[in-house]
Structure formats: structure tokens, C-alpha cells
């Protein structure tokens, strides 16, 4: 069984969406393994998107993401990365088609509901940077 990590951005929760998109998991077939709310740090954001947080436009996706609490949680499923990312769509909410998680809800490239891990390797990865190995249920 494979995982994979979820955020609900800050603009799944404006728009009081996370049970409506938490469902479209579940009717998936996905068992939730983790979950908390939290506020994420500068520090923790610094280090999740550390792949572009040297970028021009970092600031704004670490001003967008601390904006409030969100909500992380962890799935378990076969092939759970692919059709994950498969319910959700494009990263850029403009391209993806309605019936997509994104299409449905989201509004552009950064406000697109969820950020979803984009490989195993990589869920393990955020898996074990939000969550203490208690608070993992699988």
C-alpha cells in the first residue's frame, strides 16, 4: 500500500470545502492514516518548498500558505499517489477539467485546494516531516 501526504490550502478552508474534498478521497477508496490542523511556520514552509523557495515569487506562496491553519492529512491506497493527483487535476486550477477536484474548486495556479505529494518517494518524505511517527495510523 502505497501513501501520500495532503495539505488543505488556505483556500479549501475559506471556502469551507475540506469535508466535500475529503470525501472525494475516501469514495476513492483511501484509508485517512493521519490528520491535524495546524498553523505551518516560515521555517516549515522554508523547508517543504525548498525547491523553489529561492525563487522571485516564494514569498508569496509562504505568505498564501501561513495565512491561517490548514489541515494535513496522510492517505493510504494502492497506486494512492497517481490517482490522487489524478482526482485532482493540473497544479494550474485554469487547466484542469471540471469533475477534477481542482477544476471544481480551484482558481489558479496557487489557490488549487490541495497540495498533494507528487510521488512516493516524496510522500514519505512529507509524511514524516508534518507528522510524528505516533500520529501515523497505517
Known amino acids: 500500500m502505497e501513501k501520500t501526504f495532503i495539505i488543505f490550502k488556505p483556500d479549501a478552508m475559506d471556502q469551507r470545502i475540506v469535508g466535500t474534498v475529503l470525501s472525494r478521497f475516501e469514495a476513492a477508496g483511501f484509508d485517512v492514516i493521519a490528520c491535524k490542523m495546524s498553523r505551518l511556520s516560515p521555517a516549515l514552509l522554508r523547508q517543504h518548498y525548498a525547491h523553489v523557495a529561492d525563487k522571485p515569487f516564494y514569498p508569496e506562496i509562504e505568505g498564501f500558505m501561513s495565512a491561517r491553519s490548514v489541515i494535513m492529512i496522510g492517505l493510504q491506497g494502492v497506486d494512492v499517489v497517481k490517482r490522487v493527483r489524478d482526482l ?11 469533475g477534477t477536484i481542482r477544476g471544481d ?3 489558479d495556479m496557487m489557490k488549487n ?7 512516493v518517494e516524496n510522500g514519505q518524505a512529507e509524511l514524516a516531516r508534518f507528522f510524528k511517527p505516533d500520529e501515523l495510523f497505517a
Open 113 to 119: 485546494i490541495v497540495h498533494a505529494s507528487d510521488s
Open 88 to 98: 485532482l487535476g493540473p497544479t494550474d486550477s485554469r487547466k484542469a477539467a471540471k
Open 105 to 107: 474548486f480551484g482558481t
